[in-house]
């Protein structure tokens, strides 16, 4: 049989919209903390060395809070020293880059779960080989599933 719409294929990637994706922003609400709700959808930060994750070196695949969508491999997290999570390649395609202009002096580049949208955190172009990104996401728009 094929895979189901939440289910990811042989690469990773979710092949279809998940039903999580689809939560009404009432919804989320009453599912996400305060501090998730704040992240995700309406593109909060949360503090540096505060996260859950920041330093954790626990192997898995980190997941959107949101929609369950992979993310992130254990394998790709580095330390960066900013005190949040850094990756530098995400799951597939799904996660997907926006420009974000919302300090005048600062343009740069926010991280989206390509799913449902999540405000991940950013992405910039200091990062280790093989791709040189540094995927700097919050904590509070992941969870950990481990191996």
């Known amino acids: ?3 189901s719409p939440s289910s990811p294929s042989p690469s ?3 092949s ?13 609400k009453k599912r996400l903390t305060k501090e998730q709700y704040y992240v995700t959808r309406q593109k909060g930060t949360e503090r540096a060395f505060t996260g859950e994750y920041w330093n954790t070196k626990t192997p898995g ?16 997290k580095f330390d960066s020293g900013t005190g949040w999570p850094s990756y530098y ?5 799904n996660v997907k880059d926006k420009l974000d202009m919302s300090i005048f002096f600062m343009p740069r580049t ?4 390509a799913v449902c949208d999540a405000h991940l955190g950013h992405v910039f172009g200091d990062g280790p080989p093989p791709t040189g990104k540094r ?4 904590s509070a728009s992941l969870k950990l ?3």
């Open 89 to 93: 390649q995400p799951v597939g395609d």
């Open 12 to 14: 990773g990637q979710v």
């Open 110 to 113: 926010e991280s989206l779960c």
């Open 135 to 138: 995927y700097c996401i919050n």
């Open 16 to 28: 279809g919209k998940v039903d999580n994706a689809s939560l009404s922003d009432e919804e989320l």
């Open 61 to 76: 695949v980190y997941h959107c809070v949101c929609c369950d969508t992979p993310l992130f491999e254990s394998s790709t």
């Open 145 to 147: 599933k481990p191996h």
């Open 1 to 3: 049989m094929g895979a």
